[in-house]
Each structure stands twice: as structure tokens, then as C-alpha cells.
């Protein structure tokens, strides 16, 4: 069996890290790490699953908020992952996730599975998995939602070659990431029910008015992404690698600090 590392970005949620942490130690697939990284909340989560002590689990705390993306970057740079895969600590899977995912992602390179997305107050019945976008194939002119980041398990390398995390956003890279990966190798889409829950929660990058999905700051991220995606289709048409397209934009003081924190946590 071949590791998988499971990155955690924390603020915010701490009503629900505990379902999210004990769900990640019921999967029947047992080779995982979880990267728990707390994104500078103010009031850190270690109290709430203190009792869960597992030598699987790392826990590495940020001394600023920067988003998500900067957070994906310090981990991967820490751990140094063979396969990548995302749990939000507001997220659930179910207990055969990996070990239906993995063996799949081991031989494509990427496998994808539906979602169950899960509003706030909703009905007690949650709608059926959310299968946007399994079958679809990037598009030159731009990046397409697409199912995937928050319920796939990824080969490192193919995350590499993407170009690793834009640190330097906060919302939408996901996307990008996802077309990227697809773009570059092959990949697989799990039918059946979801394997993944995803909770929709006030507070959340998606819900507040200054980063979700009508917020100017997001159009204008995607905006930028868009033109970076068009940069990276004419690459990848021209048997040049993509990664240099999201590596040279983001800044030079980003790409230090993230080294420097990575160095720290290794040290640690």
C-alpha cells in the first residue's frame, strides 16, 4: 500500500473537526497520515481531539492566516506526499473512501468519486450525491467546476507537474488544480454513492460576502485564473511542462515563507 497524506486546513470549524477527525480514523484503509494544519485561528483546535492520539495525525500551527492554498503548500512541502488527497475539518468521509480510492488512484494517477453536499439547516434528507463535472474533459478557453479536490486522492507528482498551490489566492484554485490534473494524465470517476460529505457552514470562505461565489474578489481570482489556464493549454499543446505558469505567479516572498515555515515544522 502505497501513503496517502489527507490535508486538514483548520479556522473556524471547530463545532465539527471532531466528526471530521474520527471519520478519518474509522477508514478501513489504514496506511493514511492526517496533516491537521491550523490556518492561525486565534483559538487553536488541539483541546477538542486531544484524546484522539494517533501517530497518523500531524499537527502543525501557522502564525498567520493566509488561506488554504498557502496552508496546502507547507504541508505538502513538510510531508512530502506520494498521494494527496483533502478533508475539510467541516467534511466527512465515509469509512471505505480510501480504501475504494486508493488502489484506483494508484493505477490512473487520479480518481475522483461523487460528493454529498450538505447545506446549513437543510431538510434532515440530504440530497443525492453530486456527480457536476466527473465526465468532463478541460476546455482551453477556461477552467470548468469540476468535482474532484475535495473527494479525489491525487498523485503527488501530477499535482507537481500542475504546478503545486497558488499560495497567493484564497478561493477557486481548486478548479484550476483540477483541470490541470486531468489535462496531464489519465484519471478515473468512481459511480456509485458519495464518499465524501461536504457541510456548506456560515462562516465559510464560500459563504461570507467578501469570498463566496457572487464576491467580486472571487470573480477577480478567477479572472486571473482563467488567463493563467490559457497559458498553461498553450504550454501543454506545445509538449512544454504547465507547472512554471503557477509557479513563476506566485511571488518570490510567498514561495519563501512557505519554505521557511515548512523548514520550521520539520524542526519541530
Not at 502564525?63 to 494527496?84: H, I, L, Q, S
Request: aromatic share 8%.
Amino acid at each position: 500500500m502505497s501513503t496517502v497524506t489527507v490535508m486538514m486546513a483548520f479556522h473556524g470549524a471547530h463545532a465539527y473537526i471532531r466528526r471530521a477527525v474520527e471519520a478519518m480514523l474509522a477508514q478501513t484503509w489504514p496506511d493514511w497520515r492526517l496533516v491537521i494544519v491550523n490556518d492561525a485561528d486565534p483559538v487553536p483546535p488541539w483541546p477538542l481531539i486531544a484524546d484522539l492520539d494517533d501517530p497518523r495525525i500531524v499537527r502543525i500551527d501557522l502564525p498567520e492566516n493566509r488561506g488554504r492554498y498557502f496552508a496546502d503548500a507547507v504541508a505538502f512541502e513538510v510531508m512530502a506526499p506520494t498521494y494527496w488527497a483533502l478533508q475539510d475539518p467541516d467534511d466527512w468521509p465515509e469509512p471505505d473512501r480510501f480504501a475504494r480510492m486508493m488502489p484506483l488512484a494508484e493505477e490512473y494517477g487520479a480518481a475522483f468519486a461523487p460528493t454529498c453536499l450538505h447545506r446549513h439547516n437543510e431538510p434532515a434528507h440530504p440530497p443525492g450525491p453530486d456527480r457536476t463535472g466527473l465526465h468532463l474533459d478541460p476546455q482551453p478557453n477556461r477552467i470548468r467546476h469540476m468535482v474532484g479536490y475535495g473527494s479525489g486522492v491525487i498523485s503527488a507528482d501530477r499535482i507537481r507537474h500542475a504546478g503545486g498551490f497558488h499560495a497567493d489566492v484564497r478561493v477557486g484554485y481548486d478548479t484550476y488544480l483540477m483541470n490541470a490534473v486531468r489535462l496531464l494524465g489519465p484519471w478515473i470517476a468512481i459511480d456509485g454513492p458519495a464518499l465524501q460529505h461536504k457541510y456548506l457552514r456560515p462562516g465559510s470562505l464560500r459563504t461570507s460576502p467578501a469570498t463566496g461565489d457572487r464576491s467580486e474578489y472571487r470573480a477577480s481570482v478567477r479572472r486571473r485564473l482563467d488567463r493563467l489556464w490559457g497559458l498553461a493549454w498553450q504550454c501543454h499543446a506545445m509538449g512544454l511542462p504547465i507547472a512554471p505558469v503557477i509557479e513563476e505567479d506566485v511571488s518570490p516572498e510567498t514561495r519563501q515563507a512557505i519554505h521557511d515555515l515548512a523548514r520550521q515544522a520539520v524542526l519541530a
